[in-house]
């Protein structure tokens, strides 16, 4: 069984949560006997103490530099993968060559989905409605209008990338209450919810009240601006 992981980051799991999962999978599916291939679109910063393969190009640009998408379209034939795992499925050119590569009808495609499908939404309100009225009229019509554009926008998105795979990923079944709301009559039988592996806990008997929060600082992505006046609001009601 050949497995081929497609990702736009470096092969680094210092790099971010899909370069760990990446990693994760790879030393599983090779632990498993599955012969593995990685591909970063990212000519630099990784991690040259990887024990599986793992290919990239030479050249800056990422997907977006034409000479790096021949060079995986290469790396598919030369594989020739049985499954292929697409880590960064919103990046039209990796998409594209994907489901036009001469070898389509050989492998499966397994598309996934690493962010909430509403963070635009969240972007908007926080630019347009900060406390959760808009500050004025053109900025509700604003809101408004964008929504909408980006609802049926991102409802061609979502189609596309369930018709053209086998399967698509999503990391919580919230995602599928949110694809829901883009695509009412999806194909549920390609979406299937993987969450994020996470290392065991070990539990202790007791601990002082502190809440940790680790991971970067984004609020475009992460929204961590938001943490602050969610703990707040919750300590006053579980104060404990």
């Not at 829901?180 to 007791?206: A, F, H, Q």
């Amino acid at each position: 069984m050949k497995v081929l992981i497609v990702m736009t980051g470096p092969v680094n799991a210092q790099y971010g949560g899909v370069q760990r999962i990446t990693i994760n999978l790879a030393r599983y599916f090779v632990k498993k006997g599955m012969d593995v291939l990685v591909f970063s679109f990212a000519n630099e910063h990784h991690d040259h103490e990887i024990n599986f393969n793992y290919k990239y190009p030479r050249l800056s640009g990422k997907n977006h530099n034409q000479n790096n998408i021949h060079v995986f379209s290469e790396a598919i034939s030369n594989f020739q993968p049985d499954i292929v795992i697409n880590q960064s499925p919103y990046e039209k050119s990796i998409f594209n060559k994907l489901i036009r590569h001469p070898l389509r009808a050989e492998y499966m495609l397994i598309n996934c989905l690493h962010n909430s499908l509403f963070s635009y939404f969240n972007t908007l309100n926080a630019k347009y409605a900060p406390d959760g009225k808009p500050t004025s009229f053109s900025n509700f019509v604003k809101l408004k209008l964008f929504s909408r554009v980006h609802r049926i926008r991102h409802s061609m998105t979502l189609a596309k990338f369930i018709k053209q795979s086998d399967f698509f990923v999503t990391e919580a079944l919230t995602n599928q209450d949110e694809l829901r709301y883009y695509l009412p009559d999806y194909d549920s039988r390609k979406v299937r919810t993987i969450p994020n592996p996470g290392p065991e806990i070990k539990r202790e008997t007791s601990k002082e009240s502190i809440l940790l929060h680790v991971g970067r600082i984004n609020d475009s992505q992460k929204r961590s601006d938001l943490l602050i006046p969610f703990w707040e609001r919750a300590h006053k009601l579980q104060p404990d």
